[in-house]
């Protein structure tokens, strides 16, 4: 079962903008900590960026080649987490996924397809 | 950053043998709440990843139980018992307990011979 499903990809402009999505059709979304994750074509997981609970404050943190353009946010009210990606680079294109790899329990353990960001000219 | 270095990364086995894959971290993963947050995934070819192992020893459900994590501190170590076909893949460690910044092993491509 597959809890978390991500949408928003596309093709952008270097330069452009793009906003993906995480909905969560679990019932605990308001406690995961939301990851993302990217994977270029042909490359390994790469981590993007996290955000914890509320409860924990929603803090979050980015990897050091989306610092400062890229921000994850999240409305607990909607079960959705978002991840939005300014200034976008050649590099950024791949395959992005969102989950929560250190939960406790496998209800977030299988990962959704991902969605396509390319960024090209 | 933490980093995270695995080996081998390829590894052919003969189908029923025994398969293992190192992950080391260049600090302790041991975090200040006594928990060790280290994960294992697998990506079968053209598929998304799905995690088989959490806090180094866990399994997920429906991992079969051939799959096993082990170790602690800065090594860490994932068997697989006897291989099967279906385990064809890239295998990824990953630690969070330095919560700034997760980071993932280069992947390790397990092959049959």
């Known amino acids: 079962e597959v809890n978390l499903v991500e949408s928003g990809g596309g093709l952008v402009k270097p330069g452009g903008s793009l906003r993906l999505s995480c909905a969560d059709s679990?019932?605990?979304?308001?406690?995961?900590?939301i990851t993302w994750v990217r994977q270029a074509p042909g490359k390994g997981l790469e981590w993007v960026g996290r955000?914890?609970?509320?409860?924990?404050?929603?803090?979050?943190d980015y990897a050091a080649p989306v610092q400062g353009r890229f921000t994850i946010s999240r409305d607990d009210s909607k079960n959705t987490a978002y991840l939005q990606m300014n200034s976008l680079m050649i590099e950024d294109t791949a395959v992005y996924y969102c989950?929560?790899?250190?939960?406790?329990?496998?209800?977030?353990?299988?990962w959704g397809q991902g969605t396509l960001v390319t960024v090209s000219s | 950053d933490i980093v995270m270095t695995q080996s081998p990364l390829t590894l052919p086995v003969t189908l029923g043998q025994p398969a293992s894959i190192s992950c080391r971290s260049s600090?302790?993963?041991?975090?200040?709440?006594?928990?060790?947050?280290l994960s294992w995934f697998q990506q079968r070819p053209g598929q998304s990843p799905r995690r088989l192992i959490y806090k180094v020893s866990n399994r997920d459900s429906g991992v079969p139980d051939r799959f096993s994590g082990s170790g602690s501190g800065t090594d860490f170590t994932l068997k697989i018992s006897r291989v099967e076909a279906e385990d064809v893949g890239v295998y990824y460690c990953?630690?969070?307990?330095?919560?700034?910044?997760?980071?993932f092993g280069q992947g390790t491509k397990l092959e049959i011979k």
């Open positions: 990953m630690q969070g307990t330095h919560w700034r910044a997760y980071t």
């Open positions: 989950t929560d790899p250190f939960r406790d329990g496998s209800a977030y353990a299988r």
């Open positions: 679990g019932f605990t979304f308001s406690d995961i900590w």
């Open positions: 600090q302790s993963l041991v975090h200040s709440n006594g928990n060790t947050y």
């Open positions: 955000i914890k609970s509320k409860y924990y404050g929603e803090t979050a």
